[in-house]
């Protein structure tokens, strides 16, 4: 069985990257089941192991972390549903391409719940949504916010870090980065785009919706 906790509180990084690193080498002796973490960050910025100095464009406004996953930098803080994700893949299928996918999906589904259409979007990763409530862009396509990020290291192919999703984070705090890298759009909440969701709403979305992308596995 994954193992579902939710961190009360605002979780410091540092001392919940290193429960992580913890968890993870226990699930690999085969010492504690699989886990996932729903938890609040105080507002940082993290690094991945593809940030680029470039895209930190203010760097004395809040904390950054090294984060050792993959990507590059992101944004966590109040409002934002992080969810680390330790499984293992070992009994799951070694396919990190398919791992990510499925995050995606997870995510997808998740919104979905809340009449919201995520979608997927080649060369990016994450979950986007279109806004035809906005003024379209210059070409006359529609605008594209980013709403949840996914970013994930694996060690003996067990996973670590794992996705956020923009529930009622204050999004004036992207500005001191360029999220993922991609300058040419933006990011967006559910209760930007209108919807009165809150954590509690989405942390039952995600336990329902789970199951659909990592079932449980049998074990020897």
């Known amino acids: 069985m994954v193992e579902w906790t939710h961190l009360p509180g605002l979780a410091p990084y540092g001392e919940t990257l290193a429960a992580m690193e913890a968890r993870v080498a ?14 609040e960050h105080p507002p940082l910025y993290t690094a991945g192991t593809s940030a680029r100095a470039s895209d930190l464009t203010d760097p004395d406004r809040f904390p950054v972390h090294v984060a050792g ?26 396919d990190v391409r398919q791992f990510v996918c499925n ?12 009449n919201v259409k995520g979608e997927r979007r080649a060369g990016r990763v994450g979950v986007w949504v279109q806004r035809a409530d906005r003024a379209p862009n210059p070409d006359g396509s529609l605008r594209e916010d980013k709403i949840a ?6 060690r003996r192919w067990i996973s670590f870090h794992g996705i956020s999703i923009n529930v009622e984070p204050d999004l004036e705090h992207f500005a001191g ?11 967006t909440s559910l209760v930007d785009l209108g919807l009165p969701v809150t954590l509690a ?12 992308f990592f079932p449980e596995v049998a074990t020897v």
Request: aromatic fraction near 8%; include cysteine.
């Open 26 to 39: 226990a699930i690999t002796a085969g010492t504690a089941p699989e886990a996932v973490w729903l938890l």
């Open 69 to 94: 996953r993959g990507g590059q930098y992101t944004y966590h803080g109040p409002g934002q549903r992080v969810a680390y994700v330790m499984l293992d893949l070992n009994t799951r299928g070694r």
């Open 103 to 114: 995050l995606e999906g997870w995510v997808i589904a998740t919104l979905a719940e809340f």
């Open 149 to 154: 990020a996914i970013g994930v290291k694996l």
């Open 177 to 187: 980065i360029v999220p993922c890298g991609i300058r040419e759009h933006g990011v």
């Open 201 to 212: 709403d989405l942390d039952a979305a995600l336990l329902h919706t789970f199951p659909r």
